[in-house]
């Protein structure tokens, strides 16, 4: 009974935690909760009603078609560790089962004039989303080697179920980056000042994005590498991410991505004869106390040379892995907000349910702007609202049920709409 105790008691810490489930990258005080090692994770499971179809660019002159569609799914369910090997050395782990796993692989064969050769057994993914040996000086200065998050944006750094309250993650940030962006490489972390003048800081690099995944819906997110056994780092990107946490209950946070040639990344060096560089930057915010939960993100960024991008990534082969629907966009853009009030919080009676009802709004496009003669697609310009209840019968466990609406190219194409509901948890299952 006394394991059972003490390890309810780990779970509840996550739910005070800002930072990314298996890292103690930049809080002294979530290093020193555990000892030696720790296990844990986090999962949801989603069903979602919705009255369109799945592709708004082959709907019709309306856009998406009116077709009554549900849905149910695993997202992901995610196993996270670390281990201290002493005071200085740690080892940080993640792993991702996202719908249900897969039984995919992808080989590139040179001896076949370097076409592409897929198995395809089942849908999903495995994912080795973390694995890095950090040393910690102190809590303001460590160094870190592995495979680790990319902090870039508001949903990457803060990834989890319980910091969001939405049934799915915010579509904006997620649609025009890598969702949950993880690479390998190298990075120092750490916090300085103290009470009103408090930070937290990253700075990282890593391997780059490969422009043959750029693609007009998606912009950028289809250009994270992992296909292959190992990933091109000919042209590394450089990260760098800052918080601002000296005003209780207030987060203000800011990060860059600056990588010089996203085409010397590419799968095949021959594909392309002039540089990409991409840059990227966001800022976000989060404000709580004990009745109200607000944030806020805007994220965008550039592309160079996409119109000579645009017109060399329609020749891709078609067994390619890659979209090659073109244009690709000079620019994306996505922002949002959202806010939450603990009704809890409103009243002595100590059996009030733990309910939270919010509302979020949020405006994205993956063709914000155009370079050259290329044209931008409107179905891409998305405006939404969503509205919804969380349910928090214990601290690291939410039910979620939400109601989203889309106004698609300025209320030129059917509107989408859908229902759905999730249960979600993230915590620490044990720890010594």
Excluded at 83 to 93: E, V
Excluded at 251 to 269: E, F, M, Q, T, V
């Amino acid at each position: 009974m006394a394991k059972v105790k003490k390890a309810l008691m780990a779970l509840t810490l996550i739910a005070v935690s800002t930072t990314a489930t298996a890292q103690w990258n930049q809080d002294s005080t979530e290093y020193d909760t555990f000892r030696r090692f720790r296990l844990g994770g986090y999962g949801e499971v989603l069903a979602q009603f919705k009255d369109y179809g799945i592709n708004r660019f082959y709907g019709g002159s309306d856009g998406n078609a009116k077709i009554r569609r549900n849905t149910i799914s695993i997202p992901r369910f995610v196993i996270a560790g670390d281990y201290k090997f002493n005071k200085h050395w740690m080892l940080g782990t993640e792993i991702e089962f996202e719908a249900g796993g897969t039984g995919s692989a992808l080989e590139l064969e040179n001896t076949e004039n370097g076409e592409y050769e897929t198995e395809l057994e089942k849908g999903g993914e495995v994912a080795l989303e973390q694995f890095h040996i950090t040393y910690r000086l102190n809590k303001h200065f460590m160094i870190r080697a592995g495979h680790m998050i990319v902090p870039i944006g508001q949903n990457n750094a803060h990834h989890e179920p319980i910091l969001y309250f939405g049934t799915v993650r915010p579509e904006g940030e997620t649609g025009i980056i890598p969702n949950t962006w993880h690479e390998t490489g190298l990075s120092i972390l750490g916090q300085f000042g103290k009470r009103w003048a408090s930070f937290d800081y990253e700075a990282m690099v890593i391997a780059g994005l490969n422009a043959n995944g750029f693609d007009r819906g998606t912009w950028v997110a289809g250009g994270k590498q992992g296909f292959f056994e190992a990933d091109n780092f000919t042209s590394p990107a450089y990260a760098a991410r800052i918080h601002y946490k000296g005003i209780p209950g207030l987060r203000l946070g800011a990060s860059i991505y600056y990588l010089h040639n996203a085409a010397a990344n590419a799968d095949k060096p021959q594909t392309y004869n002039f540089d990409v560089p991409v840059t990227l930057w966001s800022i976000d915010a989060l404000y709580q106390n004990r009745y109200l939960t607000a944030r806020g993100n805007i994220l965008s960024g550039h592309v160079g040379n996409s119109e000579l991008l645009s017109q060399r990534n329609t020749r891709q082969s078609n067994k390619s892995p890659y979209s090659r629907l073109t244009p690709i966009a000079k620019r994306a853009v996505s922002y949002g907000m959202e806010a939450g009030l603990r009704l809890k919080s409103f009243t002595t009676n100590a059996k009030m349910p733990d309910l939270i009802p919010f509302a979020r709004f949020e405006y994205y496009n993956a063709q914000e702007q155009m370079a050259g003669n290329l044209i931008a697609d409107n179905r891409l310009k998305t405006a939404m609202w969503v509205a919804g209840l969380n349910y928090r019968p214990l601290p690291y466990l939410v039910v979620k049920a939400d109601y989203t609406t889309r106004r698609i190219g300025n209320g030129n194409y059917n509107r989408e709409n859908e229902f759905a509901l999730a249960i979600a948890f993230t915590g620490w299952f044990f720890k010594k």
